[in-house]
């Protein structure tokens, strides 16, 4: 689990490609301090699994199905990414849990400033919009920020200065793309709904009318 709660922008520095697949290697400093073979790194918003490290960088595979569900495919030698290490024990929550699992890709459309922050227009997937709310949470390429404004297609969000400095995404331009990952609650009620309703479909009821004439509630 993570926060959303960028702790550095690290830089791709090589990729190799498998058949589908890839490894990055990625320059970094802060999120290496105690760093093991096996542990997570959320990058740009995905939950990945170091391999390999060094004092500088660290290692990571990308497998086919993350290829085809972020942002993670575009990346180049030299661009840069957001990076969180997993939330221990007794962290402080600074944003919202967040699960590094990417529910899809969005789109920015538009960015204007607002006095000292910086609006941010993103289209997210069709399918994502039922679990976006006004002053809701959202993962942005693992910044987890508040939803401003909903449209029928679209929201806003707003960047202060200090999230537009120590993240990627101040630099980002109209048409670039940011992997979304929705609230993990919305997704939780929904699933249950839905065994709900299929339950209440899939019941026999025992109530009829010899049954409530029996109990006293209908009279001959």
Do not use: W
């Not at 976006?132 to 920020?145: A, H, M, N, R, Y």
Request: charged share 25%; aromatic share 4%.
């Amino acid at each position: 689990m993570f926060t959303g709660i960028v702790e550095e922008i690290g830089k791709i520095k090589k990729i190799e490609h498998g058949s589908n697949s890839i490894a990055l290697t990625i320059q970094a400093n802060k999120v290496l301090g105690d760093v093991k073979l096996g542990d997570s790194i959320a990058t740009n918003g995905v939950c990945l699994t170091v391999t390999d490290f060094k004092e500088n960088e660290f290692t990571v595979d990308v497998m086919p199905e993350t290829l085809r569900n972020s942002s993670l495919a575009d990346l180049k030698i030299g661009h840069e990414v957001n990076l969180e290490r997993a939330l221990r024990v007794g962290d402080r929550l600074g944003g919202h849990l967040v699960s590094g699992h990417i529910d899809g890709v969005g789109s920015i459309r538009a960015k204007k400033r607002e006095d000292n922050a910086v609006v941010v227009t993103i289209a997210p997937p069709k399918e994502l919009l039922r679990y976006i709310i006004p002053k809701g949470s959202i993962t942005i390429d693992g910044v987890s920020l508040t939803v401003a404004q909903l449209e029928a297609n679209t929201f806003d969000i707003s960047l202060i200065p200090h999230t537009a400095q120590i993240t990627i995404l101040g630099k980002k331009n109209v048409g670039n793309k940011v992997n979304l990952e929705v609230d993990l609650i919305g997704k939780y009620v929904e699933r249950m709904m839905e065994f709900s309703e299929e339950e209440e479909e899939g019941s026999d009821s025992n109530i009829d009318i010899n049954m409530l004439k029996d109990k006293g509630f209908l009279f001959a």
